[in-house]
């Protein structure tokens, strides 16, 4: 299987703050990585396909980067409503992992 | 608007299957892949596997020997069946819809999920 590993587990910013989220595959997974939220009792959303590409109605504030093994999502100014935990996704490979979550809280 | 909706027992006993549907509104199950993911209590995101629309299944290894997904497009419906539960499958179960097109494989559309316990 691929591990996912994202970093950091949790995360504390301030309104209008720039957050970054980091995902490590444990080998080479191309460009496919996801990257969804979850609000607590709410499924997850995808925000982002393929890296970096937006999934439609989410704004433009959510951002990702990288390939191969790593991978960047960044909120450019954090919004209270972003409150949220975060997951990344490979589907480069059978069977589908995520990463184990990062929680991000407002200060 | 596809919407994708849950159903099944909500607690299971110990040793029994468990058995869950998933059903598609608002679009048709002839495409892409459908899925089911779940989540224990304070947990993360476990894949349990798919079925493609033409009755093409993959599972997770870790679940394989337990799992069975299967197909009813009659009824635009999707299901699941887990079989020798313990209280470790005690999770929210998720389906959800895998995106399986050019530029896309991703997880698009989800269940609200729904909670399974298992206990005696």
């Known amino acids: 299987d691929i591990q996912m590993t994202q970093s950091p587990s949790s995360l504390s910013a301030s309104v209008g703050d720039r957050v970054t989220i980091t995902c490590q595959a444990s080998?080479?997974?191309?460009?496919?990585l996801n990257w969804y939220l979850q609000k607590p009792g709410k499924a997850p959303k995808l925000l982002i396909y393929d890296v970096s590409n937006l999934e439609t109605g989410v704004p433009s504030r959510f951002s990702g980067s990288g390939s191969g093994t790593n991978f960047t999502f960044t909120i450019s100014s954090l919004q209270p409503e972003d409150i949220a935990t975060y997951y990344c996704q490979q589907s480069d490979n059978l069977p589908r992992t995520f990463g184990q979550g990062t929680k991000l809280e407002i200060k | 608007q596809v919407q994708l909706q849950e159903s099944g027992p909500g607690l299971v006993k110990p040793s029994e299957t468990l058995s869950l549907s998933c059903t598609v509104s608002g679009g048709s199950i002839s495409r892409d892949f459908w899925s089911w993911i779940r989540q224990p209590p304070g947990k993360g995101l476990e894949w349990i596997g798919h079925i493609y629309y033409s009755g093409n299944t993959n599972y997770n290894p870790s679940l394989k020997s337990r799992v069975t997904i299967s197909l009813d497009t009659s009824k635009n419906q999707f299901s699941l069946k887990l079989s020798s539960v313990t209280a470790a499958d005690t999770a929210v179960y998720h389906c959800?819809?895998?995106?399986?097109?050019?530029?896309?494989?991703?997880?698009?559309?989800w269940g609200r999920g729904t909670l399974v316990t298992v206990s005696s």
């Open positions: 080998q080479d997974i191309s460009n496919y």
């Open positions: 959800a819809r895998e995106r399986y097109s050019p530029g896309h494989l991703d997880f698009d559309l």
